[in-house]
């Protein structure tokens, strides 16, 4: 415990200075891939949302849209037309399906668009990397954001790990069997 504290203590009394991150092509990639990232988990919360409009909507449209499949519910759901002769609440869900489903076709474009420029950035930076089996645009740009953050890894089965590729999954050496109880008194 006194060893602890004399760590921390010597710790907390140096100067740490902080590194910037590197500027330039590394930066472009992770900050491209941050933005495709961000419309992919949005565009998933976005077709959560349709699901559960057209499990909510009424009978006939629900039946309608359920026998089709996502892509088609998706393209579906974009070209409805309000029509003033339907009841209020049936308008407004054909409205919010419009809408949501017209969100998720944007964000799909984004996110092809963001992986497209990322795929040119790793044929500038990496071009032996997409030649390898399994590696596409984005795992590349993973590779060479997180190669080029020196210490950000302690090993290259950690970064392996990281990039997807790892042979074998990571492992702290303990066994996944849970131990079960014993009826005998221990000794």
Do not use: Y
Request: net charge positive; with cysteine; glycine share 6%.
């Amino acid at each position: 415990m006194l060893d602890a504290v004399r760590a921390a203590r010597e710790a907390l009394a140096t100067e740490h200075v902080i590194q910037p991150r590197k500027r330039g092509e590394s930066e472009a990639m992770r900050v491209l891939l941050a933005a495709r990232q961000g419309a992919v988990h949005a565009s998933t919360a976005a077709i959560n949302q349709l699901k559960a409009l057209i499990i909510s909507a009424r009978d006939d449209l629900r039946a309608e849209l359920r026998r089709l499949s996502r892509p088609a519910q998706v393209t579906h759901c974009a070209g409805l037309l309000d029509c003033s002769a339907l009841s209020t609440e049936h308008r407004m869900t054909i409205r919010a399906l419009r809408s949501t489903a017209q969100r998720i076709r944007h964000l799909q474009v984004e996110a092809r668009e963001l992986e497209r420029e990322l795929l040119q950035l790793v044929h500038e930076h990496g071009p032996g990397l997409l030649e390898l089996l399994g590696i596409g645009a984005i795992t590349a740009t993973e590779i060479l954001v997180s190669w080029s953050h020196p210490g950000r890894f302690r090993c290259e089965a950690a970064f392996a790990s990281f990039a997807g590729v790892a042979p074998i999954p990571a492992s702290s050496g303990l066994t996944n069997k849970q131990r079960q109880p014993s009826s005998r008194p221990r000794q």
